[in-house]
């Protein structure tokens, strides 16, 4: 379950990336020769790319992703396009940010957000959300009355 939705993140991370690169990879330097511009569109895709990752993995202490991106890739666009491009980022990196925030909120993924403190009987970590001001979550709670017995 865990493992099913990582995949579905690492996908929708993935479009998230795309989405970013298709919308500024028109405005990559046009006079910049063919080979260039190949390379260019590379070096954008795969930044867009390890911001993604890097946010899907350290959502809660990746500070302005959008402008890291933005840094990273700008020396690829022309003076005129930069302002276009800076917004484009923006927007798309928002738009991926807000969607991470939503699975932390959700509990799908562990962005520091509190955990039961029981192991599974396959000796997993329940990742369950624990009752408020409480270490276990409902289907442990038990174990935090002996605890305290
Ligand atoms: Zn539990």
Not at 35 to 43: H, K, L, N, P
Not at 50 to 77: G, V
Not at 83 to 89: D, K, R, S
Not at 110 to 139: E, F, H, I, M, N
Request: proline share 5%; with cysteine.
């Amino acid at each position: 379950m865990i493992e099913e939705r990582a995949l579905q993140l690492q996908h929708c991370m993935y479009q998230y990336s795309r989405a970013i690169y298709r919308s500024i990879k028109d405005l990559i330097d046009p006079y910049a020769d063919w080979e260039t511009q190949i390379e260019s569109r590379r070096e954008v895709l795969f930044a867009c790319e390890q911001t993604m990752e890097r946010l899907a993995k350290d959502p809660l202490y990746f500070a302005k992703p959008d402008r890291a991106l933005f840094q990273d890739i700008r020396r690829y666009f022309p003076i005129t396009a930069q302002a276009e491009v800076a917004w484009a980022v923006q927007q798309g990196v928002n738009a991926a940010v807000e969607f991470i925030e939503e699975q932390i909120e959700a509990g799908a993924l562990d962005g520091g957000v509190a955990r039961c403190r029981a192991t599974t009987r396959k000796g997993k970590p329940c990742q369950r959300t624990p009752l408020p001001d409480r270490d276990y979550c409902p289907s442990h709670q038990h174990l935090e009355a002996r605890a305290a017995a």
